[in-house]
């Protein structure tokens, strides 16, 4: 028999469900939607779409945009004009930081040349030195799967071609590479309990391989190289490694982009080649190589910057709407999907809004952020600058703070938060970082006040597949540090297409793995949410502030 008390803690829980879901239908049908906008979006967004031909121009034209090089600065330089050209106004670099020095690939070579000749396909690391002219050796394979074992390579390895690691097994791939989500899959996400989504990280180092690098650091070797991920010709290249002990957070790891930084040469291998090369040493069969890295480091500004501008607003000017994505990206590929085709999308959706005479009335600001692969460095400076941020605590971090090596900023630990004046006076930022692939939703990263307003926005947009709301966190990307301190910050739900398998940070992250409708579909999607972002009556709702909040300054 259930006591006269729990009677009426369940009348009030039953009370405060009916007034919740009732609420939340109220705000569906209030929600208001300006389908005559919208089909205007439409129209201009996949009839007289320029968002293919601006990404042509990062891509094509201006190539990879490793932070601080040469060619993020003038694609940023490009960018910057190219939005003041469409009407928009406070065009400008954003400096932050600093952030270390540049760096640039002249010329690279690398040749098996005994026991027959055989070019390699490979790729210097970024941030890697150049070698003293062309270095040829035969190479010697750190074969070792303990400490013991590696003493055995102490003093053998000074001005050596090194092979790091052990051969990787390569699988066919049995089922298509490119996929969509289907229906079961976006059933699970709108289902979800609000588990993290999205990119996840390889973790840290183990113990033998961080002893592994600290050896050929102190060896002095010529040259290391190690098996890429992918396959198939698909290289995976991102930073060159610097000693460091196993399971330290991403935030204190040496950066080999820091000035006076000593970094070895370092070459990504395809997986194949770098296989056979083992192969044949396991086989007794001296291999030669020759390998020649004309690279050089830009010390003249360590700053980093963003691009900024923006459409100002009118009765609400005052507040703030914002859409962007990372602007920065490896250097084998030229930085497509990860992250041109974002940087495209926010392009196009001001460039939409601009061109259609839209006047909202708030501000909407484009942000083209800097230094991402690096640690969401260009966003967290500009949500520190103008709306708030967290203060690191003191001292080493504890195992639940770790950040891993593919999702900077998403473990930092949580001091207590400084609020900056502007902070009240957000709305909202919408990211897109995760691909070619077509908008199917919304995470809604722990905020359920919105999702009401989302299914509401998304309703005009089910036809062309974009549907699902789910209340999961998604890692990896800039929404991040606008979340960090209390703001809302969304990243869409996208299709797959082939994204961590054969594009982002790889020598096939270019122009052509870029899906032209999708990114129709994404430009006309957010272009809206940004528009009725702007014109409710309400910035939209956050959640809760997390953490000990000081004076506002």
């Known amino acids: 028999m259930i006591s006269h008390r729990f009677k009426w803690i369940i009348v009030s829980m039953s009370v405060a469900i009916i007034l919740s879901l009732s609420a939340g239908a109220q705000v569906a049908r209030e929600e208001k939607v300006d389908l005559d906008v919208v089909a205007k979006i439409k129209a201009e967004g996949t009839d007289r779409s320029q968002v293919m031909e601006t990404l042509s121009y990062l891509t094509d034209v201006y190539g990879p945009r490793l932070t601080n090089s040469p060619q993020y600065k003038a694609a940023s330089e490009w960018a910057k004009n190219k939005l003041a050209g469409w009407g928009l106004q406070n065009a400008h670099l954003e400096s932050w930081g600093p952030f270390g020095r540049g760096w640039s690939l002249e010329k690279f070579s690398a040749d098996i040349v005994k026991p027959n000749y055989s070019p390699l396909l490979a790729f210097p690391k970024a941030w890697s030195p150049s070698t003293n002219g062309p270095v040829r050796g035969t190479v010697i394979l750190l074969d070792a799967k303990n400490e013991e074992e590696l003493a055995k390579y102490r003093g053998k390895l000074k001005g050596a071609i090194v092979l790091i690691s052990p051969s990787r097994e390569v699988t066919a791939h049995f089922q298509p590479e490119g996929?969509?989500?289907?229906?079961?899959?976006?059933?699970?996400?709108?289902?979800?309990?609000?588990?993290?989504?999205?990119?996840?990280?390889?973790?840290?180092?183990?113990?033998?391989?961080?002893?592994?690098?600290?050896?050929?650091?102190?060896?002095?070797?010529?040259?290391?190289?190690?098996?890429?991920?992918?396959?198939g010709g698909t290289i995976f290249v991102q930073g060159a490694n610097l000693p460091t002990t196993p399971?330290?957070?991403?935030?204190?790891?040496?950066?080999?982009?820091?000035?006076?930084?000593?970094?070895?040469?370092?070459?990504?291998?395809?997986?194949?080649?770098?296989?056979?090369?083992?192969?044949?040493?396991?086989?007794?069969?001296?291999?030669?190589?020759?390998?020649?890295?004309?690279?050089?480091?830009?010390?003249?500004?360590?700053?980093?910057?963003?691009?900024?501008?923006?459409?100002?607003?009118?009765?609400?000017?005052?507040?703030?709407?914002?859409?962007?994505?990372?602007?920065?990206?490896?250097?084998?590929?030229?930085?497509?999907?990860?992250?041109?085709?974002?940087?495209?999308?926010?392009?196009?959706?001001?460039?939409?809004?601009?061109?259609?005479?839209?006047?909202?009335?708030?501000?909407?600001?484009?942000?083209?952020?800097?230094?991402?692969?690096?640690g969401l460095n260009g966003s967290r400076a500009h949500v520190a600058k103008y709306y708030g941020e967290r203060q690191t605590p003191a001292?080493?971090?504890?195992?639940?703070?770790?950040?891993?090596?593919?999702?900077?900023?998403?473990?930092?630990?949580?001091?207590?938060?400084?609020?900056?004046?502007?902070?009240?006076?957000?709305?909202?930022?919408f990211n897109l970082d995760n691909g070619t692939g077509k908008i199917r939703g919304v995470y809604l990263q722990g905020n359920e006040a919105v999702r009401p307003?989302?299914?509401?926005?998304?309703?005009?947009?089910?036809?062309?597949?974009a549907a699902t709301l789910t209340i999961n966190n998604t890692s990896g990307t800039d929404h991040l540090s606008f979340d960090a301190v209390g703001l809302p910050g969304?990243?869409?739900?996208?299709?797959?297409?082939?994204?961590?398998?054969?594009?982002?940070?790889?020598?096939?992250?270019?122009?052509?793995?870029?899906?032209?409708?999708?990114?129709?579909?994404?430009?006309?999607?957010?272009?809206?949410?940004?528009?009725?972002?702007?014109?409710?009556?309400?910035?939209?709702?956050?959640?809760?502030?997390?953490?000990?909040?000081?004076?506002?300054?």
């Open 179 to 231: 996929k969509r989500k289907n229906d079961e899959e976006l059933l699970t996400l709108a289902n979800s309990d609000g588990q993290s989504g999205g990119r996840r990280g390889r973790g840290n180092v183990d113990e033998l391989t961080a002893k592994k690098w600290q050896l050929v650091y102190d060896e002095g070797a010529a040259v290391v190289l190690e098996p890429g991920r992918g396959d």
């Open 247 to 374: 399971n330290t957070s991403f935030d204190r790891r040496p950066r080999p982009w820091s000035q006076n930084t000593r970094v070895i040469p370092q070459v990504a291998l395809a997986v194949e080649h770098y296989n056979r090369i083992v192969r044949m040493v396991a086989k007794g069969v001296p291999v030669e190589l020759e390998i020649k890295i004309d690279a050089k480091y830009h010390e003249q500004d360590l700053m980093g910057y963003n691009v900024i501008a923006e459409i100002p607003g009118t009765d609400l000017k005052d507040e703030i709407v914002m859409v962007g994505g990372h602007f920065d990206s490896w250097h084998s590929g030229t930085g497509a999907t990860d992250n041109a085709a974002g940087s495209a999308v926010a392009m196009e959706v001001v460039r939409i809004i601009q061109t259609l005479g839209l006047k909202p009335r708030r501000t909407v600001r484009i942000g083209l952020w800097g230094g991402e692969e690096q």
């Open 395 to 429: 001292g080493p971090p504890s195992p639940t703070t770790q950040s891993t090596e593919q999702e900077p900023g998403q473990n930092r630990a949580q001091g207590p938060l400084v609020l900056k004046p502007d902070h009240s006076k957000f709305s909202a930022y």
């Open 453 to 465: 307003i989302f299914r509401a926005w998304l309703a005009p947009f089910r036809d062309m597949g």
């Open 490 to 553: 969304f990243q869409f739900i996208q299709d797959d297409i082939e994204y961590g398998t054969r594009t982002h940070h790889s020598n096939m992250d270019v122009y052509d793995r870029i899906q032209a409708d999708d990114m129709k579909q994404a430009s006309v999607i957010i272009a809206s949410f940004v528009y009725h972002t702007a014109m409710r009556n309400e910035k939209l709702p956050r959640k809760p502030l997390v953490g000990q909040q000081q004076a506002t300054r």
